[in-house]
């Protein structure tokens, strides 16, 4: 990729990477994988571990199309990216994985700027009690802020949901 993170249709490029915070009952872990193309988040399971499963269940192929042997996945080096189970549905999916250098956040910095937003315009804002109430906030943040209202002057600020409704995809 090289850094190259513009892409002019859907489901060329996903970037993904994990996430962490606390509650009072422990932390949530949350993996979203991103379609650099509209900004969309495509995939975002919560779980109380940051295990490979998160990663995979993260691939959210039945939402999307990804273009057998077109649609590059990227993430960092954390280990669950690096998991037999994430490489194998990486490749059964069709996908071709890709990798940051080791220990430079600006390969994945499109995903890193993802989280810095989300975690100024939710996670830091207030202390969460329960997993529940932070995975409850986190989805109404993804679904409904992030990807249906959130205007983005990168898409000529509109939501990323309106941005891919309004470009055709290329045949």
């Known amino acids: 990729m090289e850094r190259n ?4 249709t859907r489901d060329q490029l996903w970037v993904t990477d994990i996430t962490e915070h606390p ?7 949350c993996a979203v994988v991103l379609d650099t193309f509209s900004r969309r988040v495509v995939g975002w399971p919560i779980d109380a571990s940051p295990t490979a ?22 993430s960092d080096h954390a280990v669950q990216f690096g998991s037999w189970a994430f490489t194998r549905r990486v490749r059964a999916s069709g996908l ?17 700027s993802f989280w810095a937003r989300v975690q100024v315009e939710l996670l830091n804002r207030r202390r969460w009690r329960t997993r529940l109430e932070l995975s409850t906030a986190l989805f ?15 898409l000529g600020m509109i939501s990323p949901v309106e941005y891919e409704l309004r470009t055709p995809p290329i045949a």
């Open 5 to 8: 993170f513009t892409r002019h």
């Open 23 to 29: 509650t009072f009952k422990g932390k949530v872990y």
């Open 53 to 74: 499963a998160l990663t995979t269940n993260a691939l959210a192929i039945a939402n999307r199309s990804p273009r057998p042997g077109g649609t590059i996945i990227h």
């Open 96 to 112: 071709l994985p890709s990798m940051g250098s080791i220990g430079d956040c600006v390969d994945n910095a499109m995903m890193e």
């Open 140 to 154: 109404e943040y993804l679904e409904i802020f992030h990807n249906r209202q959130r205007r983005r002057s990168a």
